[in-house]
Structure formats: structure tokens, C-alpha cells
């Protein structure tokens, strides 16, 4: 009963996602950015004059992890904001008061909103990110040593944030728990930069702002180890260990122990977030 229930309420996220604005917004930027990365990529020749194919492929493996990041904050936007309305704004309208009056668990409409969140951020990371990485195929001639691993931890760091989304929207507004997800997930990225910058000075208590980050909210560990998969290998060994972490550079995949907090911290603030909801006046 309680899995037909979670299956049923994630098939309906779906649903309601694939109807609202926000996908036909994520889907026109993603065009635009597969567009523009299409033309820029195109003229990475024609502007630098005369690149081997191991300079193309260098130069394409950075700007990749640009465009990359581009794509990550176009589903984390996606994924924040949908989120809210899934939860906080059917409180808002009464429908779940309409479904809950019937037998079924709090935890498991929420477990099942979640699983279509996910559901529909890790296909639009697959599909988006796979078209992105067939343009830099056909422009450069460059493959990234573990697509696949990268996509996931994109998918990975869209989950993370959404998840944080439901836990916001518990508590206050659909579209505040969006912008306070947002600002978060700019925040942390911010503070790896800092972070970063103090491990090149080799400052351990800025660097140890990045470490912190890391762990109080996943997405810029997650997006790091994105990064490291799709980085051509050539390019590290040229840069060594001088120049450290960079906002697009990453010298070291992510660690398991840090893959399994990750985890980890998802399924904590599901937990906190189906507690806040099994609370929650409707």
C-alpha cells in the first residue's frame, strides 16, 4: 500500500511538472545555452589560430566545465522552484488537504513528491547534459574520461538542492523557499571559491571555509567531483599540483566517504523535512 502510494504520488509530480511553466523556462535556456556553447566552442580555432588537437581538446575540457556550470544552475533553478509548489502550494490551495483526509501517510505523499523531483532532474540532467557533450564532440573532437560519472554527481547536486527546497517549503512560502534554496546553493559556491583561494595561499582558515560549505550543503562537492570527471586527464598533469582547486578546475575526484555523506545528508533532510510535514497545520 505504502509503495503503490509513493509510486502513484511520484507519477503524478511528474505529471504536474511536465505541465507547469518552469519546464518550458528550463527548456528554452537550455537551448539558448546549447546554442551559444554550440558557436563559442565552434570558434575556439578560429580565434586562438592553428590548435593541435591536444590544445583543442585542453581548451575544450575548460570551457566545458564553464558551460557545465551553466547547466547545473539552470536545474538547480529548475528543480528549487518546483519544488515549493509541489508541497507548499498545495497546502496553500487545499488539495492536500483533500488527499490526506483519506488513509494515506504524510511521509509517503512526501517520499513520493521527491521521488518524481528526482526522477525529473536526473532526465533533464541526462538529456541536457548529453546534448552538451555531443556539441563539444562534434565542435572540438573531445569526450570527457567519465561522462557518465559526471552526469550523475549534476543529477546528484540537482537532488541535494530540491531536497533542501521540500525541507523550506515546510515552513514558509513556495517562492521564498525557491529563493532562499537558490541563495544557498549560490553561497556555498561562493564559499569554495574562497576556499579555494585559500588553499593557494595556503591559508588554512579561508580554505577551511570551502571545507565547511562542503559539508553544511553538498552541491560544490558534488559539483567538483562533476568537474574532475570531465576534465581531460592531459590537463591536470599539465597544471600539477601548483595552481590547487579552482571555481572551474579540479584537481581530485570525489572521495567514497564524501559520495556516502552526500547521500547521507539527502536522506536527513528528507527526514527532517517529512517530520516538518507530518507537523504542519493544513
Not at 112 to 136: E, H, I, M, N, P
Not at 148 to 167: K, P, Q, R, Y
Not at 226 to 239: E, G, K, Y
Request: glycine share 12%; net charge positive.
Amino acid at each position: 500500500m505504502i509503495v503503490r502510494t509513493v509510486l502513484t504520488v511520484a507519477a503524478l509530480t511528474l505529471r504536474e511538472a511536465a505541465r507547469r511553466r518552469v519546464l518550458r523556462s528550463l527548456i528554452g535556456m537550455t537551448v539558448v545555452l546549447l546554442a551559444l556553447s554550440a558557436w563559442g566552442f565552434s570558434r575556439l580555432d578560429a580565434e586562438f589560430g592553428g590548435l593541435t588537437s591536444g590544445e583543442a581538446k585542453v581548451a575544450g575540457s575548460t570551457v566545458l566545465n564553464l558551460v557545465m556550470f551553466g547547466l547545473s544552475l539552470i536545474a538547480a533553478l529548475g528543480t528549487a522552484f518546483l519544488a515549493g509548489p509541489t508541497l507548499a502550494g498545495e497546502v496553500e490551495s487545499g488539495t492536500s488537504l483533500a488527499i490526506l483526509a483519506r488513509p494515506i501517510r504524510r511521509s509517503a505523499v512526501l517520499v513520493g513528491k521527491w521521488l518524481g523531483l528526482a526522477t525529473f532532474g536526473s532526465v533533464f540532467v541526462a538529456v541536457a547534459g548529453l546534448s552538451q557533450l555531443l556539441v563539444v564532440r562534434a565542435t572540438v573532437d573531445y569526450w570527457p574520461p567519465a561522462p557518465a560519472t559526471g552526469l550523475a554527481l549534476l543529477a546528484a547536486e540537482t537532488t541535494a538542492l530540491f531536497t533542501l527546497g521540500l525541507l523550506l517549503s515546510t515552513a514558509i512560502s513556495p517562492m521564498a523557499s525557491g529563493i532562499v534554496a537558490v541563495g544557498l546553493f549560490g553561497a556555498t559556491w561562493i564559499a569554495g571559491v574562497v576556499g579555494s583561494v585559500g588553499e593557494a595561499f595556503g591559508n588554512d582558515s579561508v580554505a577551511r571555509v570551502g571545507t565547511v560549505s562542503r559539508m553544511l550543503l553538498p552541491t560544490d562537492g558534488l559539483w567538483r567531483g562533476a568537474m574532475n570527471s570531465f576534465q581531460d586527464p592531459a590537463l591536470l598533469r599539465q597544471i600539477g599540483s601548483g595552481i590547487g582547486e579552482s571555481p572551474f578546475l579540479s584537481m581530485a575526484p570525489l572521495t567514497a566517504a564524501y559520495v556516502a555523506w552526500a547521500g547521507l545528508w539527502v536522506a536527513l533532510i528528507l527526514g527532517l523535512a517529512s517530520i516538518a510535514f507530518q507537523r504542519r497545520d493544513l
